[in-house]
């Protein structure tokens, strides 16, 4: 999910190239991936009870110690007010009891799915007699570069080892406190459920140099995952040498199509846009049918103002009191606050060509009682989330039954949408004869 931020961005253009030949010796960075190197061979072995007891492990530990973790994070909040940072951000940064519990009820959910290492993806006897299986396995190590916020220390590091990967956290510099005292809690419980706490290592922070070794890391880092604002996932995809799943930020849209139930639409796009602004999959534009601008559309814009949002309306929209007129940019910009764009379209049609020219492709919604219409919204709108009669805000692997996500992919290859357990894993294929020959 996507941030303002940009401190763990970087220079795409560095010429420097690590590869595994370079001398660990010289670069922290590459002592940590040595380390993960390592400690990825033991967790690729690692049976699902001793991966689910350091879950466990880990969710009561940070309950245990929440006080040593809201206490760090205290300071980098106080620290990002000092320095003006947005609202928005600040509460992505923003830990609290209620979010703590819910980073470790994450860690218990992936405790509690299926460990994919080792699951048959397919197989069978071929004609010869040769027995072909092919098997989910671990990348092997995972560096993930991620921008402010400190639950997803949690979730990566846990998904990460249910799925027997090793993993590089390297998040910014404003969560740098708080990111230092949730992985110690991760590590101390990983190595008391006997497993090497160097499966969860912390990179730092403090320079972007590191983020561009770990780019150029290729030999020790199997996969890169940037996880952040524009700049960031854009210089990491341009720049790395290392396989990168992508990422991407989300200018999310609901439509709300002239056969839509009105009541069910007001709610939805009040809870897509307002239940938590701050996070990609949030709405970011709302488009209405031209059939419902007498009627709907001053309704759910006063609904929207009553709640707080700064509506950035079309020409017929700006016409409402205390709508701001839209700028082209406002159709393209992922607000992350409590500001919305909104727009009037004459038909299905305009709304899914308005999409497409607009969408960053993460999560759209359609709000309609004809089947027709959702059918080709789904079928025309190619984006890594649709949703008929529901909010945006569902994309999310927790609330499609996966556990806690890394991430959420906008990318086609390998993985799309939530990122949960299978996606973290590659495959081989297990071939078992009796002497056969070719």
Known sequence: MSDATTDASIDASTDASIDASTDASTDPVLVLADRARAASHGLAQATRATKDAALHAMADALLERAGQVLEANADDVRRAEQDGTPEGIVDRLRLSTERLEAMAQGLR????????????????????????????????V??????????????AAGICLKSGNAVLLRGSSSA????????????????????????????????????????????????????????LIRSVVEGSTVPVIETGVGNCHVYVDRA????????????AKTHRPSVCNAAETLLVHA?????????????????????????????????VPATDDDWDTEYLT????????????????????????HSEAILTEDQSAARRFVAAVDSAAVLVNASTRFTDGGELGFGAEIGISTQKLHARGPMGLPEMTSTKYVVTGDGHVR
């Open 142 to 155: 995972v560096a993930m570069v991620y921008e402010a916020r400190p639950n997803v220390t949690a979730d």
């Open 176 to 231: 740098a406190v708080s990111n230092a005292a949730i992985v110690e809690v991760l590590r101390d419980a990983a190595a008391g459920a006997g497993l090497d706490p160097d499966v969860v290592q912390l990179v730092p922070a403090d320079s972007r140099e590191s983020v561009t070794t770990l780019m150029r890391a290729r030999g020790r880092v199997d996969v890169l995952i940037p996880r952040g604002g524009a700049g």
């Open 260 to 271: 839509a139930d009105l009541d069910k639409a007001l709610a939805v796009v009040l809870n």
């Open 291 to 323: 059939d419902l601008a007498d009627t709907f559309l001053p309704r759910v814009v006063a609904a929207l103002q009553e709640a707080g949002v700064t509506v950035h309306g079309d020409p017929t929209t700006a016409a409402l009191p205390g709508v």
């Open 109 to 140: 959910d992936v405790a509690g799915l299926p460990d994919p290492v080792g699951e048959v993806v397919r197989g069978g006897t071929l004609a010869n007699g040769l027995e072909m299986r092919q098997v989910r396995v671990p990348f092997g």
């Open 338 to 361: 409590l500001d919305l764009a909104v727009g009037v379209v004459g038909s299905i049609d305009a709304a899914i060509d308005h999409v497409r020219r607009h969408s960053s492709a």
